[in-house]
């Protein structure tokens, strides 16, 4: 569902794209961001249109300043065909991830090549009002670099840690951001650039998209990202486009339930994947074996770290040959790998990729993972199967929030939900 044709509030329905095309110009526009620069001669065989047709919207579009010919294409034979390209100068689109203790910021331009970025720590748990205050400051702070005004800021991709209802921008029932319940992210930002069109999704969703424009799923449609980190969540792209489903929460598989009589979850539930495969999971795993005697090295660490352990200890104390650690971390393994084979079986994707905090575990983690699945999963849907780790790492999550915001940059006019 596109934001713009919310009936939420009077504000929010003001909300369509910056930039309106005809239905003709529309169809040029999206085969330039796709393919990134293309000739004249491409523009009348994707469109099936005579050239002087192809002309025509080319030169309208050029006029507009939506267009510019760059360089030149190889030769079929005779003259080098002129390259067009969307004009970068038109404006700039920003991207915010803000993950549980880091921002990550950048500005790019609207072909959505990084232009300057930013990162820093912060908590979330802190009122919404400073941290996306903090957020805009270094938006403008970035756009000064680039000698920017606020108003060339046409299209602001926000990710935020927790379930989205992707309609109206705001976070409902946020475990790790009580205060942000409700809170008008989408309108506080949009305040401080009113130009701009601003788009909120959840952290996975947007790395899910990263990954599409930035990592190894460029040319794949049918694909889960899972993030592994303070919690668990997946973003899916079927058919290449991300499924969000009726209210945004799609994806949601850290809540599915692996052992009723496991753990309290933040969520008021019991056993749920996240509970018993996460992070915080893994490092009291850790710190139990350190306790009972289980893994001297882990007790070191613990007594150097001044009595606590993080996923990231476990991970070094099993390249060390912890068995206790290897334990730990192929038990993790095999339980995100059980609830993706179920995953797996009901959607059928083509790739797993595995981002997160929990991305840079290495092999143990990965085969444990892979085999759950296909002891699990039906023949036919791992035929073609690749599970694999996202090679994305931090940039995933702001890549794709710009990638997000971009996807809401042009609109066909007498349609304005309709995004190109
Ligand atoms: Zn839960």
Not at 350 to 366: Q, R, T
Request: hydrophobic fraction near 40%.
């Amino acid at each position: 569902m596109c934001p713009s044709d919310t009936p939420s509030t009077k504000r929010s329905s003001r909300l369509v794209a910056p930039i309106l095309v005809d239905s003709g110009e529309a169809e040029i526009m999206r085969a330039l961001r796709r393919q990134g620069r293309i000739s004249r001669g491409e523009v009348s065989s994707i469109t099936g249109w005579s050239k002087a047709k192809a002309s025509q919207e080319i030169r309208s579009l050029i006029n507009k300043g939506y267009l510019v010919e760059v360089g030149e294409g190889a030769s079929l034979g005779g003259r080098k065909p002129r390259l067009l390209r969307i004009n970068s100068g038109l404006g700039y689109i920003a991207g915010i991830d803000i993950g549980a203790t880091s921002l990550e910021i950048a500005l790019a331009d609207v072909t959505g090549s990084i232009v300057q970025r930013r990162s820093e720590a912060t908590d979330v748990r802190l009122m919404p009002e400073a941290v996306l205050g903090r957020c805009t400051q270094l938006l403008f702070e970035l756009l000064h670099l680039q000698n920017g005004e606020p108003d060339q800021l046409l299209g602001i991709g926000v990710g935020v840690p927790g379930p989205v209802d992707f309609s109206r921008g705001v976070l409902v029932a946020p475990p790790l951001m009580p205060d942000w319940e409700n809170f008008r992210i989408r309108d506080f930002v949009k305040d401080s650039f009113p130009a701009a069109f601003v788009v909120v999704d959840n952290d996975v969703n947007i790395m899910a998209l990263g990954e599409q424009r930035a990592g190894d799923a460029a040319n794949i449609d049918h694909f889960i990202f899972v993030k592994i980190g303070t919690g668990i969540g997946a973003g899916i792209i079927s058919n290449g486009r991300i499924h969000r489903g009726r209210d945004g929460c799609a994806g949601d598989i850290g809540h599915i339930c692996v052992d009723k009589n496991g753990p309290l979850c933040a969520c008021g539930n019991t056993g749920c994947l996240e509970a018993m495969a996460a992070g915080p999971a893994i490092a009291s795993k850790a710190t139990e074996a350190a306790r009972s005697g289980g893994s001297p090295i882990l007790a070191q660490m613990m007594e150097v770290n001044g009595g606590t352990l993080r996923p990231e200890d476990v991970n070094a104390a099993c390249r060390e040959g912890d068995q206790a650690s290897l334990d730990i971390i192929r038990a993790s393994g095999r339980m995100v790998g059980d609830v993706l084979a179920g995953l797996v079986n009901f959607f059928n994707p083509s790739h797993v990729f595995i981002g997160g905090g929990i991305a840079n575990f290495g092999n143990h983690l990965l085969v444990a993972i892979r085999s759950a699945v296909l002891q699990r999963s039906l023949p036919l849907a791992t035929t073609h199967l690749t599970i694999q780790y996202s090679r994305t790492g931090s940039d995933a999550g702001v890549t794709g929030a710009i990638a997000l915001a971009l996807e809401y940059l042009f609109a066909i006019e007498d349609q304005p939900h309709m995004l190109i």
